[in-house]
Nanobody, 121 residues
């Protein structure tokens, strides 16, 4: 019912910036929490940042102060502004969203397919 499409990944040099976007689409749904997760090769997926409907945010310690998550509820879109990027930020970044139907059925969990972010000289 709900699809998430990410964009904005790419190759950036250390210290550079990148902005990711993720748009949710579908019918008869409302979006709750949205967020970004990442997974580097050989590592577990980790939370980068999440944001509630009201705009409350939580960040992983290593990203706090460098990354900023935001959302546009009218567009059902979440963004991740990444600054001061480091090689260790290299990973596949995936969009996450919880969604509820118009009939207020239980929340469901959705994931995008991910976008590659590579930080290298």
């Amino acid at each position: 019912q709900v699809q998430l499409v990410e964009s904005g990944g790419g190759l950036v040099q250390p210290g550079g910036s990148l902005k990711l976007s993720c748009a949710a689409s579908g019918k008869n749904f409302s979006i709750g929490v949205m967020g970004w997760y990442r997974q580097a090769p050989g590592q577990q997926r980790e939370m980068v940042a999440v944001i509630t409907i009201g705009g409350n945010t939580n960040y992983a310690k290593s990203m706090k102060g460098r990354f900023t998550i935001s959302r546009d509820n009218a567009k059902n879109t979440v963004y991740l502004q990444m600054n001061s990027l480091k090689p260790e930020d290299t990973a596949v970044y995936s969009c996450y969203a919880s969604a509820q139907s118009a009939r207020r059925l239980p929340w469901s969990e959705y994931w995008g397919q991910g976008t590659q972010v590579t930080v290298s000289s």
